[in-house]
């Protein structure tokens, strides 16, 4: 007669030993695995929703705010962090002149992998059409020690669309007294407009991470970093405004503009300076609009 286990593992001796985790058995570990899907369309003045579709770990809210008939969107992961061999999925398709704003309710964790277990992997898939705008702003990701992170930002939009996109990333909580020594992070914008290659921007860091980040040329000792991506037909004219906020500021920082692009890096020794020169960049990157209520919690 075959037991309980082995009806739920497919009736084997060999399931009847995986059940009782006896030797041979390759243990599962029970990961988390999110997905949201939102379509976007215009429906006169007001970007509206056309179909959500959310799995798993990841919920997206669509808190009611009135701001110039934009949609607002808030994410969110439900299982507290994310730990290695996780997988979130993240996609968001704009109609013909859609505007929205995407935020993360907060800031994410990315926790100690396992040493036999795979990285972390998110996956953020962007679609614009013609004279779309989408506001990119994830709040920022905590690296602890030894995560492994894979995590990647596709954007694919129209000639005159708008894409303004920020990823920040804190090595170790300060005020926990918190040291990242070893780390492997492999994170990657790529972003395309009207079907040719615009930016391939990535980031690798694989070893001692503290140390690589204490090289002059890595990090300065930093244990903060943004990017921030704008990609606008009139990008290029607001370089210098850009400059201007990131030489008032009490960290490392450098942007240039390319094509209709404007991109900038930062690297700062607490998150809380690294926030506040994000906000001042991405008040003038977006014209003076208020940040999600989000960032302010």
């Known amino acids: 007669m075959t037991s ?33 899907d939102i379509v976007l369309q215009r429906r006169g003045d007001v970007t509206g929703l056309r179909r959500l579709h959310q799995a798993g770990c990841l919920k997206a809210r669509l808190p009611r705010v009135e ?36 935020a993360s309710q907060a800031a994410e964790r990315i926790y100690r ?7 972390a992997r998110i996956g953020n898939v962007v679609e614009l059409a013609a004279g779309a705008r989408l506001d990119w702003l994830p709040q920022e990701t905590i690296i602890f ?8 930002l596709r954007v694919t939009m129209a000639e005159d669309a708008c ?42 860091l694989r070893g001692a991470v503290g140390e690589m980040l204490a090289r002059p040329a890595v990090g300065q000792a930093g244990r903060a ?32 503009s390319f094509d209709g692009v404007l991109l900038a890096r930062l690297v700062a020794n607490s998150v809380g300076g690294l926030r506040a020169t994000v906000q001042a960049v991405l008040m003038i990157l977006r014209q003076g609009a208020a940040l999600p209520r989000v960032w302010q919690c």
């Open 113 to 119: 992998a396992l040493p036999d277990s795979a990285p």
């Open 225 to 256: 970093m943004a990017t921030i991506i704008h990609v606008a037909p009139d990008a290029g004219g607001l370089l210098g405004d850009v400059r201007q906020a990131l030489d008032k500021a009490a960290l490392s920082a450098g942007a240039t």
């Open 67 to 102: 701001m110039a008939g934009q949609c607002n969107i808030v994410t969110m992961n439900i299982s507290g962090g994310i730990a290695g061999g996780d997988r979130l999925d993240q996609s968001i398709d704009l109609a013909e002149g859609c505007r929205a704003v995407m």
């Open 4 to 36: 309980l286990p082995g009806l739920l593992h497919g009736g084997s001796e060999e399931a009847d030993r995986r059940a009782a985790g006896r030797p041979g058995w390759d243990h599962a570990h029970q990961r988390a695995v999110g997905l949201v």
């Open 145 to 152: 020690d030894q995560a492994r992170l894979q995590r990647r």
């Open 163 to 204: 894409f303004t996109g920020v990823e920040m990333m804190v090595f170790g909580r300060a005020a926990m007294g918190e040291r990242v020594r070893w780390a492997e992070i492999d994170d990657r914008i790529v972003i395309w407009r009207g079907g040719r290659l615009l930016v391939h921007d990535a980031i690798r």
